[in-house]
């Protein structure tokens, strides 16, 4: 069996001295099933459930696959929550803290749009947020998402429980079709399956039953 620490990815220096750093060693099992594939700009589809590791998972992933000098938006995450998004943005800086000048912006609902409006402005290569509240961007042209290469679903199953698939449908249509996608969801009902055949190319499977 192929090794599980995270030593023998081919990750970028800067990362592997801060996996090292925060301590983690060995990879998860959901981590192992997919972060081989997603380093080499593979599709994936991941049933795990919350706690299995998924956030460090495609967080490493784009973050290696991230050129931080071309400051455009080059990855999306899209979460059903707020509070999902701020943990996913928050680990993804973690992850990131020896990248240098490296901008993650969080783009939620329920929050006023002044300020997202100016942090825009501002510009950003990651941005974290929920489909609504981007969708209600991209309407507006304030946000470009035509150097999206990575786009991520993160507990895909309850965004479409939460009646997310028309700005899905939109974010979708904005964000170049030959970028790598990875989606994550906890259960695979027909809708998910369907989504996931739809915009997903050739993927990798990856199944953990346990957390870890
Ligand atoms: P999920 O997104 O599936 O809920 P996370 O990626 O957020 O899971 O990880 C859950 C917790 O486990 C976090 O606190 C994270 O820091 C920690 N963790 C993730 N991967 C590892 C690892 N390989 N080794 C040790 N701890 C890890
Ligand atoms: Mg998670």
Redesign the pocket.
Known sequence: MSSTNFSSLPLKKALLENIDSIG?????PI?AQSLPAILQNKDIIAQ?K????????FGLGLLNKLDVKRFCIQSLVLCPTRELADQVAK?IRKLARTIHNIKVLTLCGGLPMGPQIGSLLHGAHIIVGTPGRIEDHLKKNRLDLSNVNLLVLDEADRMLEMGFQPSLDTVLEHIPANRQTLLFSATFPDQIQEIAKKITHDPVMAKVEAS?
């Not at 983690?24 to 998860?28: E, L, S």
């Not at 706690?51 to 998972?57: D, E, F």
């Open positions: 983690y060693q060995d990879m998860t981590q795990g919350t706690g299995s590791g998924k956030t460090v998972a680990e870890h």
